[in-house]
């Protein structure tokens, strides 16, 4: 089944902790991209990543540090989260291919920074 | 001003009815559109692209108005299980931007 699954779904943590939101397809995308989605202020991008060792900063990048080594894998790092990093975060991977351009997203990741 | 603008709604409309949302864009280097669809707070999910030749896939309708920097989605016959928020997106390359969404509940 063509999936994005992330990790965890919930993480309450404390500031200043390091802590890495897992995400991995099995679509063989090129493209990858994190979101964060907080209300009133819809999804914003974060980061994303047109290929392996490529990545380049979304609208919103302070605070947080991507890789992507592998082509199905692509972890979000916070490397001291602080409580505005409160929030639901997605990741995606995206077909541009035969036409057709759709993102798949995961499931969410809930963070709670306190 | 936003790069991507929706009228946040709420729409409330009765089944059966027809309801239309829009969306402007700022960048006009833009090159992709689209219509995603979230229900309560999971995952989006793709509802449509968008062409400047226009689309239809049964129900809905999806418009894109380069000069005029615009999107549009038409839902006919609404049902029940259109209820959801409706995400307008653009993107340049790799970038994509969201708009904030338009809610919308259809009520028997």
């Known amino acids: 089944e063509a999936q994005v699954t992330q990790n965890p779904r919930y993480l309450i943590t404390v500031t200043g902790k390091k802590l890495t939101v897992t995400c991995s397809q099995n679509m063989n995308h090129e493209y990858m991209s994190w979101y964060r989605q907080d209300p009133g202020l819809g999804l914003r991008q974060i980061y994303y990543?047109?290929?392996?060792?490529?990545?380049d900063k979304g609208d919103v990048p302070e605070g947080y540090k991507v890789s992507r080594k592998e082509k199905r894998n692509f972890p979000l790092i916070l490397e001291s989260p602080s409580p505005n990093q409160t929030s639901l975060y997605f990741c995606a991977s995206r077909m541009t291919s035969g036409g057709a351009d759709t993102q798949y997203f995961g499931p969410g990741t809930r963070l709670t920074v306190l | 001003r936003k790069e991507v603008e929706q009228d946040p709604g709420p729409f409330n409309v009765p089944e059966g009815a027809t309801v239309a949302f829009n969306c402007t864009y700022s960048n006009s280097a833009s090159q992709s559109f689209f219509w995603y669809r979230q229900d309560c707070r999971k995952e989006p999910k793709l509802l449509m692209s968008?062409?400047?030749s226009g689309n239809e896939d049964g129900r809905f309708t999806a418009q894109l108005n380069r000069a005029s920097q615009y999107i549009s989605l038409l839902i006919r016959d609404s049902k029940l299980s259109d209820s959801a928020t409706y995400l307008c997106v653009v993107t340049n390359a790799g970038k994509s931007t969201f708009g904030d969404g338009t809610t919308l509940t259809v009520k028997p």
């Open positions: 968008v062409y400047s």
């Open positions: 990543s047109m290929n392996v060792e490529v990545t």
